[in-house]
């Protein structure tokens, strides 16, 4: 639980070695930084981020969302998300599978849309339990705000590096624009046993829009880097955040950035006896952008499109689309068969990986 002492991670557990990438340098424009930034966005899509500025509002994010999970069931599913492709609300323990045979997720999430965050007191898409309404001013609001700065921030940066006329990724990302962009707040219990650390809490996927600003203080969280064939996990750093690439940047740009398929088991060792919380702010496009690959913006993106026929960047689907068919297909109560757990997929490079 957020203020807890929590043993550490263990340092007889491998994890992937992701590149630290320091904001402060970014945001200065110092190019070996951003090479550096280019570097993990196009070979795994992850990276950690130092120096960001956001720890008093994860820290508050944090306690906010133990106090709303805290909340009894029946208050909690006052706020449920529901079946239709929502994503923001309560989301509960077992609502979602985790893989094609329909195997349970073990996670509950209390997820705040950017709109009703920054609209509030006014309601764009739904109200939340009290602890959470009561916070949007003082927590909620101003990590978004964050997320947005330095997400906006690695945009313009991707901007440049694709040969894309300035403030296209802007335009995709218009913050009036009404969009899945979201905060979240995630509990998974403790799982014991000595299999554990093989029980998929949250089910392999990639995610689903541009950037994804994650905080974790316990680890659990596994990426598949591109060509290996074993999970590895990724090790919390205390006041590091944990950055990737999702979907829609992995159409806009056709494969150039990549989004890397993760997903979250128990945490390793001692830590598997704790309670797992995560605070994360999604940026996602406007709810009207089609997801294609913008061949016609970019030379750069035209080669590499060009480069892999095999592959369709041309989705058909605007983000809300995108994004409401994968929250829609992962929820248990539509599931039919595999073909449910198919059709709530992404860009993933192995889809068959569970």
């Not at 550096?36 to 992850?46: D, K, P, V």
């Not at 998929?200 to 541009?210: I, K």
């Not at 294609?292 to 369709?312: C, G, T």
């Not at 059709?343 to 990986?353: D, K, L």
């Amino acid at each position: 639980m957020p203020g807890t002492t929590l043993p550490p991670f263990p340092d007889d557990v491998p994890a992937h070695p992701l590149l630290i990438i320091d904001f402060e340098l970014i945001k200065a424009g110092d190019p070996a930084e951003i090479g550096r930034l280019w570097e993990a966005a196009t070979t795994i899509g992850f990276w950690y981020l130092k120096n960001h500025g956001a720890d008093k509002e994860v820290n508050s994010m944090f306690d906010m969302g133990a106090e709303t999970i805290g909340l009894p069931l029946e208050e909690k599913l006052k706020f449920e998300q529901g079946d239709s492709g929502q994503s923001c609300g309560y989301k509960k323990a077992g609502s979602n599978a985790v893989d094609a045979s329909g195997t349970l997720d073990a996670a509950e999430f209390i997820t705040i849309s950017k709109d009703d965050a920054l609209a509030f007191p006014r309601v764009v898409n739904m109200t939340y339990p009290p602890p959470t309404a009561a916070a949007i001013p003082t927590a909620v609001a101003p990590f978004v705000r964050k997320g947005l700065d330095v997400n906006y921030t690695v945009l313009r940066i991707f901007n440049e590096r694709l040969g894309l006329p300035e403030g296209t990724l802007d335009k995709l990302h218009d913050p009036e624009e009404h969009s899945g962009s979201e905060a979240r707040v995630v509990r998974t219990p403790p799982i014991p046993g000595k299999d554990a650390a093989d029980k998929a809490t949250l089910g392999s996927h990639t995610d689903f829009g541009s950037l994804s600003f994650l905080h974790n203080r316990l680890g659990g969280l596994q990426v598949l880097p591109p060509g290996h064939t074993e999970w590895s996990y990724v090790r919390p750093i205390p006041g590091h955040a944990v950055c990737n690439i999702g979907d829609a940047l992995s159409v806009f740009s056709a494969g150039i950035l990549r989004s890397n398929i993760h997903r979250v088991v128990p945490p390793p060792g001692i830590q598997a006896d704790y309670e797992r919380f995560s605070v994360v702010f999604f940026t996602r496009p406007g709810n009207s952008k089609v997801l294609r690959a913008l061949v016609e913006d970019s030379p750069i993106i035209a080669e590499a499109a060009k480069n892999q026929p095999e592959k369709n960047f041309e989705t058909g689907a605007t983000a809300a689309e995108w994004f409401a068919r994968r929250v829609k297909y992962q929820r248990i109560n539509n599931r039919k068969g595999p073909e449910t757990w198919a059709a709530s997929r992404g860009t993933e490079h192995q889809p068959a990986v569970a």
